[in-house]
């Protein structure tokens, strides 16, 4: 996954005329001047835009990280819900405290104790999913202009609060081992010696979304000596690290530089992410203007989902039920990588994760994975294009697969179909060069809809 990088291309305001946009159509919305310069950085997501299509039943789809909730319990869940409204109604429908429910900042301390963090329940907010976590510790800290360091490729929702709040984001390649250490260094010296100011290292170190790989552990200490002698924050965001296939866990770096680290955790892909319940730990010193920040966005985060999470921790086996989550994901990856290793053409790679919902494949140059996806969709199989998990234009021969949410039988004829498009994208590249640029007619003959 080391790379180099083309130049980086700027987004600029949107026309400060507000009646036309930049390809010189007539723009249509009248409030185009009145938006705050902030606003130029967001953007819908690839990935997003992506749903509508990819959500058809026909298609296969590959692209999206949901969580698949078929395990859950919901009989137990609804029992549950109802005590909750007949026993406590009042409390769980009322305002809270924005900085969370006490009873469940204590069982978050000990969930995070299974990756090595000792924590007080005093430093840990509640959020509205760790998506708020990484919104509000932007705000806190980054200026518009600051840089941010994060893996290229990095999470998509990162990226979009770091344009929200106009940070620039400095990528540092990952092997098949995660971040690598020199090359943060490097990017460290050089972007200081550009007179630059990093706030903070944003790194994902288990089952990384996108990438699927995870940080070694004897580089963990490295990384976070280097951002202290670089006087950099860490933020650390681990939603997958409870889903390692063997149920193995990796020791967090919070657990080793408490003073330096700000931890991101949330309870979507180990119980259920539309309750939108994370948290934040934070240093003792952020912890206070942290609460604050929720406070402005939120007021609280909701108290009936919060109730709902600490009662489901305090009466079910919810280790056996991460157990289920993880083998179901763990036979979706063996599906996975064994039918790229069937279909694949040669000249593609592909990471092998141990843990969470992704594989990042690359394919061979001449090969466009954004330029392909309209026609591996009329291919009825759709995967987010690798440009979306850079915030610089890298990322144009390579993909992410997620296969936490199919079965394995689609996982596979998904795969099937996409080697197809692969196939015929790759004999074009021969045939005529980059076909990034070329219009192609049609799909490369789809078979009918078998699985
Ligand atoms: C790396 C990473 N961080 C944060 C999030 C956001 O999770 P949440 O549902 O807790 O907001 C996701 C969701 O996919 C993710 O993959």
Redesign the pocket.
Known sequence: MTENRPSKPHSGRPNPSGRQSPSGRQNLDPHLERYAARTAGMTASEIRALFAVASRPEVVSLAG?MPNLAALPLDTLSAQVAEIIAEDGLVALQYGSAHGVPVLREQICEIMALEGIKAHPDDVVVT?????G?DMVTRLFCDPGDVVIAEGPS?V??LGSFAAYQAQVVHVAMDENGLVPSLLREALDRTEKAGRRVKFLYT?PNF??PAGVTLAVERRAEILEICRDHGVLVVE?N??GLLGFDGQTYPALRSTDPDNVVY?G????TFA?GL?V?WVLAPHAVREKLVLAAESATLCPPTFNQMIVSRYLATHDWKGQIKKFRENYRERRDAILSALDQYLPPGCSWTKPDGGFYVWVTVPEGVDTKAMLPRAVTARVAYASGTGFYADGFGSRQMRLSYCYPTPERIREGVRRLAAVLESEMDLARTFGNVSARQIQGPPNPSPDTV
Do not use: C, E, T, W
Request: charged share 10%.
């Open positions: 990280g509205v999913g760790s998506q708020m990484l999470y929702g990162a994902i990384h979304n965001d939603p997958y991101l949330s309870f979507s892909k992410s939108r994370g």
